[in-house]
C-alpha cells in the first residue's frame, strides 16, 4: 500500500489558505484549482517529510504510559468516491510528532460536512489521505513546551479518523474541568463555527436585547453547525428564525431558541419570512446549504443585509453576479472558521468563550449519534441523507 501522502495535508485544510483560493471555489466552483492553490493546500510531495519514515527523538512520552505502537487502526481513503471508499484500515503507520507538535491518543472524532468534501473530492487533497479535521484525546508525546503527556485535549486539525493524530500544538488546546473528551469532540468545530460567524462575519455583539436584535436566519437550524448557532444568535439577542427539513427538526430548532421556525420542504420560505418580519426581511442569513438556498437567500435578505453563505451541504452556490447584490446594497460573505482562528489569542479566546457558554449551561450539545471509528460510512451516510440532528460523534 503507497502511503506517502496519508499525512501530507496540512493542518489547516485547503478552504483556509489561500482568501484567493476561497471566495474564488466558492463563488465559482468550476474554477480550477491553480498549481499555486495546490502547493498551499497540501505540502508538496517532493518536499514534505515522509512522516513515519523518519523518526524523531524530540518528542518525549512519559515512562508510565503504554508504548507507543508502530502501527494503528484508522479510516484510509484511497480514492474519492461514495461512502464505500471510507476503508478501515489496522496497520496505518503511527504518525511521529514534528518539532511543535503533540501526539495525541484520540478518544472522540468529530464528523463534519467537510469530511464529505474530503472525501468525495469536492475539496482537493493527495491520496491515499487519513481524513477527519477534530478530535479530542490525550497527548501521549509531545514536542511542543505548552503540552505534556497525559494532558486531556481538544484539537481542530487533519488526520482525525485514527487511533493517533499528530497535532500542531497551535491547533490544540487542553480541556477544562467540566469538558470532557466527548463534549471536545463534539463542540470544537461546529461551535467555534457559529461563534466566529455571529460574532466577526455579523458582528452581532452580546446583550443586544431581543427588541432590538436584528432578524436573522439560520438554514439547517437542528444541524450541527445550525443547533449552535441558533442558541448563541438566541443568547445575544438576535430575532431567530430557523429553517429545517422535518416537523421533528423544527421542533429542536425551537427548542434551541429559534422563535420562528420554517419547514422548508412543505413552506414556501420567501412568504414566511415576508410574514414574520412584517416585509422587512432578515439582516443577517447564516447559509451552509449552498446551492439549493443561494436565489432564495437573495429573495429573503432585507436592505443592506449580511448573507454569510459558509457551505456546500446541497453543493457550492454560484457562480454570482454582482449586481444581484446592488439591488439591496447585500454584503455577500464566505467564512470560513479556520482563518478566524489563526493566532494564539483567536484560537484559544474564542475556545476558552466556547467551553465557558458550554459550562454556564447557555449551549447545549446534541449528539445525533455515536458510531464506532470503523462505521464512518454510515455517519456520513446518515449526514449526507439529511437523517441526522445536532452532532455525529466517531468512538475511537
Ligand atoms: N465555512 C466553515 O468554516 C464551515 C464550518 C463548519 C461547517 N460548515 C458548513 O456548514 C454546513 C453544515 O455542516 P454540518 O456539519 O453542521 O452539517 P449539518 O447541518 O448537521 O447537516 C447538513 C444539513 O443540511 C441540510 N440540507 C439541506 N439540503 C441538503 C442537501 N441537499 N444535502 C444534504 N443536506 C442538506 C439538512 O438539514 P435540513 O434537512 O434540516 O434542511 C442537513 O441535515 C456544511 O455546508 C458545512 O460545510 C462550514
Not at 91 to 96: R, T
Not at 176 to 190: K, M, N
Request: proline content about 6%; hydrophobic content about 40%; some cysteine.
Amino acid at each position: 500500500m503507497l502511503l506517502r501522502h496519508v499525512y501530507t495535508t496540512r493542518s489547516i485544510p485547503a478552504l483556509s489558505l489561500p482568501s484567493s483560493y476561497t471566495s474564488r471555489r466558492a463563488l465559482n466552483p468550476s474554477v480550477p484549482l491553480s498549481s499555486h492553490s495546490i502547493r498551499n493546500l497540501v505540502r508538496s510531495p517532493s518536499t514534505a517529510p515522509h512522516r513515519t519514515a523518519t523518526p524523531r527523538s524530540t518528542a518525549r512520552q512519559a515512562s508510565t504510559m503504554a508504548p507507543i505502537p508502530k502501527n494503528m487502526s484508522g479510516i484510509l481513503i484511497e480514492e474519492n468516491g461514495g461512502v464505500d471508499v471510507l476503508k478501515w484500515k489496522t496497520d496505518l503507520p503511527v504518525p511521529q510528532p514534528q518539532d511543535g507538535e503533540i501526539l495525541v491518543r484520540n478518544e472522540f472524532v468529530g464528523v463534519n460536512y467537510i469530511d464529505t468534501y474530503f472525501r468525495t473530492g469536492l475539496y482537493k487533497a493527495p491520496l491515499p489521505l487519513v481524513t477527519g479535521k477534530e478530535a479530542a484525546g490525550v497527548v501521549v508525546a509531545s514536542s511542543s513546551p505548552a503540552f505534556k503527556e497525559g494532558d486531556r485535549v481538544g484539537y481542530v486539525a487533519d488526520h482525525a479518523y485514527a487511533e493517533l493524530t499528530a497535532v500542531p500544538a497551535t491547533k490544540a488546546i487542553k480541556l477544562p474541568d467540566g469538558i470532557s473528551t466527548e463534549t471536545a469532540a463534539s463542540a470544537l468545530l461546529q461551535g467555534l463555527t457559529a461563534l466566529t460567524f455571529v460574532r466577526e462575519a455579523a458582528g452581532i455583539k452580546q446583550a443586544l436585547g431581543v427588541s432590538e436584535g436584528p432578524w436573522t436566519l439560520v438554514h439547517a437550524a437542528a444541524g450541527g453547525t445550525g443547533s449552535l448557532l441558533v442558541q448563541i444568535l438566541s443568547v445575544f439577542g438576535a430575532k431567530v428564525i430557523g429553517t429545517a427539513g422535518s416537523p421533528e427538526k423544527c421542533e429542536i430548532a425551537r427548542k434551541n431558541g429559534a422563535q420562528w421556525t420554517i419547514d422548508n420542504r412543505k413552506e414556501d420560505v420567501a412568504a414566511r419570512v415576508k410574514e414574520i418580519t412584517s416585509g422587512h426581511g432578515v439582516d443577517v442569513i447564516f447559509d451552509g446549504v449552498g446551492k439549493a438556498t443561494f436565489d432564495l437567500d437573495l429573495e429573503i435578505i432585507a436592505r443592506k443585509g449580511t448573507l454569510i453563505v459558509f457551505g456546500n451541504a446541497s453543493g457550492p452556490a454560484g457562480p454570482v453576479d454582482l449586481f444581484q447584490l446592488a439591488a439591496k446594497n447585500i454584503k455577500l460573505m464566505r467564512p470560513v472558521v479556520f482563518n478566524y482562528t489563526v493566532t494564539p489569542e483567536e484560537w484559544e479566546g474564542f475556545s476558552n468563550e466556547l467551553f465557558d457558554l458550554i459550562k454556564t449551561g447557555k449551549l447545549k450539545l446534541g449528539i445525533h449519534n455515536t458510531y464506532a471509528l470503523k462505521d464512518v460510512a454510515q455517519a456520513h451516510s446518515d449526514l449526507e441523507g439529511r437523517k441526522s440532528t445536532g452532532k455525529l460523534l466517531l468512538k475511537v
